[in-house]
């Protein structure tokens, strides 16, 4: 099973700062990722899907690069609503794998 | 609108069967392959079990191998998971997913959730 590694698990900001949030795969992904931001009590939502492509709805704000094992998702400007935790996920191989999540809070 | 909302939750004995449901709208649910994924609250997201569009095929993660059956009734919009033998490490949130479409290809990431029901395994 391919392991997800992200880092850092907190992050503490303030709004209008940028953030980088980091995912690291055991094994090559190719472009196989995705973001999904979670806030307490709701639902995962995708963010980002094949490591850059916004999935509908996604402000412009959130932005994905990376391939290969290394991926990286982009807040540039944070807002109030972005706090939360997100998650990578790859499908490049079963079972669907998660990474343990990064938490941004407000600073 | 598309949704997707769960039920058949409870608290349940270690040993017990349980069978969520899941229902769905605003969308073809016979053209889209399902998810279910669970979470402890508090900590990660686990992906459990998928099936195809037409209920043909279906795949489990390793934990719930010979325990959960994922599976679907197209005429009633509705996914299943059918779970037996239950444990306490089964104790935790399941989601309702659907997967994505792109282009009329199955890309596998859950574009669409529902809101989670608690499963609670205990004695």
């Known amino acids: 099973e391919i392991v997800l590694t992200q880092s850092p698990a907190t992050l503490s900001l303030s709004p209008g700062e940028r953030v980088t949030l980091s995912c690291r795969a055991s094994q090559t992904l190719s472009n196989s990722l995705a973001w999904y931001q979670q806030k307490p009590g709701q639902a995962p939502r995708l963010l980002i899907y094949?490591?850059?492509n916004r999935a509908i709805g996604i402000p412009a704000r959130f932005s994905g690069s990376g391939s290969g094992t290394d991926f990286t998702l982009t807040i540039s400007s944070v807002e109030p609503e972005d706090f939360a935790v997100y998650y990578c996920?790859?499908?490049?191989?079963?079972?669907?794998?998660f990474g343990g999540g990064t938490k941004v809070e407000i600073k | 609108e598309v949704q997707l909302v769960e039920s058949g939750g409870g608290l349940i004995q270690p040993g017990g069967s349980l069978r969520l449901s899941c229902a769905a709208s605003g969308f073809t649910f016979s053209s889209y392959w399902m998810h279910w994924v669970r979470q402890v609250p508090g900590k990660g997201l686990v992906w459990v079990a998928r099936?195809?569009?037409?209920?043909?095929?279906?795949r489990n993660a390793d934990s719930v191998k010979g325990r959960f059956t994922i599976s679907r009734d197209n005429a009633k919009n509705t996914l299943y998971l059918q779970m037996n033998s239950l444990r306490a490490e089964d104790t935790a949130i399941y989601y309702c997913?659907?997967?994505?479409?792109?282009?009329?290809?199955?890309?596998?990431?859950?574009?669409?959730w529902g809101q989670g029901i608690v499963v609670t395994v205990s004695s």
């Open positions: 094949d490591a850059s």
């Open positions: 996920q790859q499908r490049s191989n079963w079972p669907l794998t």
């Open positions: 099936i195809n569009s037409d209920g043909s095929t279906t």
């Open positions: 997913a659907r997967n994505l479409r792109i282009g009329g290809y199955d890309v596998y990431y859950l574009d669409y």
